[in-house]
Every structure is written in structure tokens, then in C-alpha cells.
């Protein structure tokens, strides 16, 4: 069973800056892609970025890009998510998915990140 534990959520003013972590207890080929996606209050769970763990490549949400910057260590199987220039609505809990595709099967627990205004 593939586990993944986020960390580095938080309070943070407009304007500011966060990096997110998720460590992957594997990496292997059900952790080939990893995302981000964020659930903000009475909203659905909305797609932020991907990375492909073998490629490197990577794909965001139009709203993210320019701002959110997803990347991975292989050393400590860990993506992350550095956030910059966040607004009050990028408050949600954001959450770390794996999977051999773009189907994810494996979710972490979600970190709290709130913006204020």
C-alpha cells in the first residue's frame, strides 16, 4: 500500500509564499504520476499540477501557472509544491495523489493552507 504524507501547509498573507511537500513511501510504478489537487469550502476537489516521476514533465492548472511550481526529489521520493504570490482564494486543503497514470489510486491526508487577505 502506497502511502503519502503531506506537510508544509499553513497560514500565509497575501502575496506570500509556501512549499508543500509530499513524501511518497515508494517510488515505483504506482507512483509514476504525482499530483496536486486542492478542495476549497463548499467546492469540489479541483486538479492544481501533475508530474511525471520518470519524465519530469509536467502539467498545470491555467490559474496555477506562473505562480505554483511542482517538482520532485528522487533521493527522498518527494514532490513538491512551491506556491508564490497566493491569493485568499487559493485557501483549500490541498492534497498529494499518486498513481501509474493520471487515474490516481493513492491519496495522502491533505495539508490546510489558508491565505488572508
Known amino acids: 500500500q502506497v502511502q503519502l504524507v503531506e506537510s508544509g501547509g499553513g497560514l500565509v498573507q497575501a502575496g506570500g509564499s509556501l512549499r508543500l511537500s509530499c513524501a511518497a513511501s515508494?517510488?515505483?510504478?504506482?507512483?509514476?504520476?504525482m499530483a496536486w489537487f486542492r478542495q476549497a469550502p463548499g467546492k469540489e476537489r479541483a486538479f492544481v499540477a501533475r508530474i511525471n516521476w520518470s519524465e519530469a514533465s509536467t502539467v498545470y492548472a491555467d490559474s496555477m501557472k506562473g505562480r505554483f511550481t511542482i517538482s520532485r526529489d528522487n533521493a527522498k521520493n518527494t514532490v513538491y509544491l512551491q506556491m508564490n504570490s497566493l491569493k485568499p482564494e487559493d485557501t483549500a486543503v490541498y492534497y498529494c495523489?499518486?498513481?501509474?497514470?493520471?487515474?490516481?489510486?493513492?491519496w495522502g491526508q491533505g495539508t490546510q493552507v489558508t491565505v488572508s487577505s
Open positions: 495523489a499518486a498513481g501509474p497514470g493520471i487515474i490516481y489510486q493513492y
Open positions: 515508494e517510488r515505483t510504478f504506482r507512483t509514476n504520476v
